[in-house]
């Protein structure tokens, strides 16, 4: 993944309360990190993303893969025993 992205998502993902629940979405849409996950997952590449949402542009996917990597990467798991 390009570095740069993976620096700089926070310019372009935001969390509003007011806009789709606070998830995070790409500033200036309402289109959420889960949405852009999805779409890659169905095997849409960047340039069908793109054409069918042409607000988007192949640097808000990236920051929508960085921004989700960067929580794996930040995720704990609790382990407690009974």
């Known amino acids: 993944m390009n570095l740069t992205a993976m620096q700089n998502w926070q310019e372009k993902i935001s969390l509003n309360p007011e806009i789709r629940f606070g998830k995070p979405c790409i500033k200036g849409t309402r289109i959420t990190v889960w949405d852009i ?3 890659l997952a169905s095997d849409m590449s ?3 993303i793109v054409e069918d949402f ?3 542009t192949k640097g808000d996917i990236l920051a929508a893969l ?3 990597a960067n929580r ?4 704990k798991i609790l382990i407690t025993t009974v």
């Open 46 to 48: 960047y340039d069908e």
């Open 54 to 56: 042409p607000e988007l």
């Open 37 to 39: 996950l999805g779409w």
């Open 66 to 68: 960085a921004f989700a």
């Open 72 to 75: 794996e990467e930040n995720t």
